[in-house]
């Protein structure tokens, strides 16, 4: 004979803050808002309006003037040190097959360390200019790597992005800059 319903037991109701899908969402609130807490350092006082007027070489020999610039181009600092620089680089590779992109390694070993590690890392050395000492990191005023600069075909700085930014972000900002 089978026992009524009433007599079964059932599980007893966890209170909210034990449950799977709450700490979850507390976690992703929780990294947000550490995220949000230390980007204006990172973003640390970036350049804004025209880009820095600076003729730089690239590893390969080729002369860049920032001040030429006439279509939405992206100015990418990265290190090689840097692993969020790691996961992005192939996005960056991407968008340099349809706009101009000028990929800046700071503080990341000489001109031969550099072409090694593009080499290894499927890169193009052509567009890699060699930031040894830090100094084009400064002129642009940002405090962490990687850091992300729109210019448009006008040479001012349209959208500024320190921290990790997706490939279709960073072409859609081309886009808006092309407009």
């Known amino acids: 004979m089978e026992q009524p319903a009433e007599n079964q037991s059932t599980p007893p109701k966890l209170p909210l803050w034990k449950k799977g899908w709450f700490k979850n969402l507390m976690t992703v609130v929780i990294f947000v808002l550490v995220y949000l807490s230390i980007r204006p350092f990172m973003q640390g006082e970036v350049v804004e309006g025209s880009v820095p007027a600076l003729q730089m070489q690239t590893i390969t020999g080729e002369t860049i003037d920032l001040k030429s610039i006439d279509r939405p181009t992206l100015i990418h600092i990265w290190a090689t040190w840097c692993p969020i620089c790691g996961v992005t680089k192939g996005g960056i590779e991407s968008i340099s097959d349809d706009y101009p992109v000028?990929?800046?390694?700071?503080?990341?070993g000489d001109d031969e360390q550099l072409l090694s590690y593009a080499k290894q890392n499927d890169m193009k050395p052509q567009i890699i200019v060699n930031d040894l000492d830090g100094q084009i990191l400064k002129h642009f005023g940002a405090k962490a790597v990687p850091a992300d600069f729109i210019v448009d075909s006008n040479g001012?700085?349209?959208f500024v992005e320190v921290g990790f930014t997706t490939e279709l972000g960073l072409r859609l900002r081309l886009w808006w800059a092309g407009l």
Request: glycine content about 0%.
């Open 102 to 108: 000028i990929n800046i390694a700071t503080q990341s």
């Open 156 to 158: 001012e700085i349209q």
